[in-house]
């Protein structure tokens, strides 16, 4: 018996929620990301990390506040813990990827290539380890076509979105770069669920074993909304970030190259002193000449 699916069962309450936090795990990753580029490299690795958890967490958030709004007719739904919380694993280790890769090699056409690509399958991989962690009486289906055309979306969404990452400098361009990111997030997950479908089998009573929905949204709220709370007070209350100034060390860098430079150049230009050359070095004495007999 093919069972009847409403993915809306709240209306536009969980779409809207679900793009919200779509969208503040896209902001915090990009600014964090643009972070990393402006700091010395001992610092570079935290700064990805912390983007990558955040975009990981407001992804995963994001479904799972939008599998609240899906039901079918009569049908209890519950979901295993270990696989629901599996895929938040999936979803950091495979954004992580992307994002140190084109953290680390820049916004080439190969680094945001495979960045993107290994970004993109993460999401897709999170959203379908989250639909197999689902417990009902019944056979959920796919339609290769929407499983395609998600995974295509996921790749682009991605792809754009390390770019935005790397090229983006001013906090209004980040926000308008996280608000199509979650744009298209949230469309990827969507367009999956238009071709998914529910063969119920036998009958429809009793506990398929899980837990429910509003079992697991206390605890699947709790951890990565703190995490993103956190992540968002860090980039905040980061002056750089805010103001958009290149980082001390940066500027220290610099400084030093630019001393070091006129220091070398200075060590070529020697001038004669009574018959001789007095030679300028870098903190190193010119050697006395042993005196002559006349």
């Known amino acids: 018996m093919q069972g009847t699916v409403d993915g809306f069962s709240y209306g536009l309450v969980t779409p809207v929620v679900a793009y919200l936090m779509a969208c503040l795990g896209g902001a915090l990753g990009l600014r964090c990301t643009t972070r990393s580029l402006l700091v010395a490299n001992t610092w570079r690795a935290g700064w990805l990390a912390l983007g990558s958890a955040a975009i990981g967490s407001g992804i995963w958030t994001m479904h799972f506040i939008a599998m609240m709004g899906f039901s079918v007719e009569r049908v209890p739904i ?32 190969p680094a945001l290539f495979t960045g993107g690509t290994i970004t993109g399958l993460g ?43 790397v090229q983006v400098r001013g906090i209004l361009w980040s926000l308008g770069a996280s608000l199509v990111m979650g744009l298209a997030v949230s469309g990827m997950h969507y367009m999956a669920m238009t071709g998914v479908s529910v063969h119920v089998q036998g009958s429809v009573t009793g506990n398929p074993g899980g837990d429910t929905a509003a079992g697991i949204i206390a605890p699947m709220m709790i951890g990565p909304l703190c995490f993103l709370l956190l992540a968002g007070v860090v980039v905040m209350f980061d002056p750089l970030m805010v103001m958009g100034r290149p980082d001390w060390r940066d500027a220290q860098e610099a400084a030093d190259i630019r001393s070091d430079a006129a220091a070398i150049h200075a060590t070529h230009r020697s001038r004669p002193i009574q018959g001789r050359r007095v030679r300028r070095s870098l903190g190193r004495p010119e050697p006395r000449r042993a005196p002559q007999d006349w």
């Open 78 to 109: 519950h979901y295993d813990m270990a696989t629901t919380f599996a895929s938040l694993g999936v979803a950091i280790v495979m954004v992580g990827v992307g994002v140190f890769i084109v953290g680390y090699r820049g916004a080439t056409g």
């Open 123 to 165: 999401v897709a991989t999170m959203h379908y380890l989250g639909m197999a962690g689902m417990r009902l009486h019944g056979t959920i289906q796919y339609n290769i076509v929407t499983v395609v055309a998600s995974v295509v979306i996921a790749m682009v969404a991605a792809t754009l979105a390390l770019w935005a990452a």
